[in-house]
T-cell receptor, first 112, second 117 residues
Framework: GENVEQHPSTLSVQEGDSAVIKCTYSDSASNYFPWYKQELGKRPQLIIDIRSNVGEKKDQRIAVTLNKTAKHFSLHITETQPEDSAVYFCAASMKGAQKLVFGQGTRLTINP | GAVVSQHPSWVICKSGTSVKIECRSLDFQATTMFWYRQFPKQSLMLMATSNEGSKATYEQGVEKDKFLINHASLTLSTLTVTSAHPEDSSFYIC?????????????FGPGTRLTVT
């Protein structure tokens, strides 16, 4: 089955700097890659997603890139702010499948 | 759109009793919902897939007789933890699946923190 690896497990950056979180997946049939942000004690929130027919997607300060050949995708956050501090999860699913396989999560801390 | 509610948000119960958790999609119909368990500082662990009108599909290692799932309508799935024990204490989160193009987006409920004493 699908396996998703996420790195790093923790990331600390200065406010205003950029943060990058990377994920790799094992099943080449996967074609949907969402990213979730989870603040302490709260629900995971879908913040951005990408499908395998595009290589990059951007939404204000966040962007996701996908390399299908290498089977990895990354989340980029620019001009980080304290409210970006949270745990971020990547996930993958196959075409037509509803089940998501999640990465292990990255705890991002933005230092003022 | 895509709002999912979950009730209760927290519950404390005594060992040996059963607890029911409800998951509702408020503004869309969801033929499929998912139940996850999350331990502190860990990722989401999928317990089961809840299918409207049919039996749930459980992940390996999850006891179906202990975690009863019912998905009686397109907007409601319930998880009942039967004969709860302290080791069942955890954060339980549901999600509802919505078709977007050729893929399904999942939207999560706010979670239920279960404490078994």
């Amino acid at each position: 089955g699908e396996n998703v690896e996420q790195h790093p497990s923790t990331l600390s950056v200065q406010e205003g700097d950029s943060a990058v979180i990377k994920c790799t997946y094992s099943d080449s049939a996967s074609n949907y890659f969402p990213w979730y942000k989870q603040e302490l004690g709260k629900r995971p929130q879908l913040i951005i997603d990408i499908r395998s027919n595009v290589g990059e997607k951007k939404d204000q300060r966040i962007a996701v890139t996908l390399n299908k050949t290498a089977k990895h995708f990354s989340l980029h956050i620019t001009e980080t702010q304290p409210e970006d501090s949270a745990v971020y999860f990547c996930a993958a699913s196959m075409k037509g499948a509803q089940k998501l396989v999640f990465g292990q999560g990255t705890r991002l801390t933005i230092n003022p | 759109g895509a709002v999912v509610s979950q009730h209760p948000s927290w519950v404390i119960c005594k060992s040996g009793t059963s607890v029911k958790i409800e998951c509702r999609s408020l503004d869309f119909q969801a033929t499929t919902m998912f139940w996850y368990r999350q331990f502190p500082k860990q990722s989401l662990m999928l317990m089961a897939t809840s299918n409207e009108g049919s039996k749930a599909t459980y992940e390996q290692g999850v006891e179906k007789d202990k975690f009863l799932i019912n998905h009686a309508s397109l907007t409601l799935s319930t998880l009942t933890v039967t004969s709860a024990h302290p080791e069942d204490s955890s954060f339980y989160i549901c999600s509802a699946s919505r078709l977007a193009g050729s893929s399904y987006e999942q939207y999560f409920g706010p979670g239920t923190r279960l404490t078994v004493t």
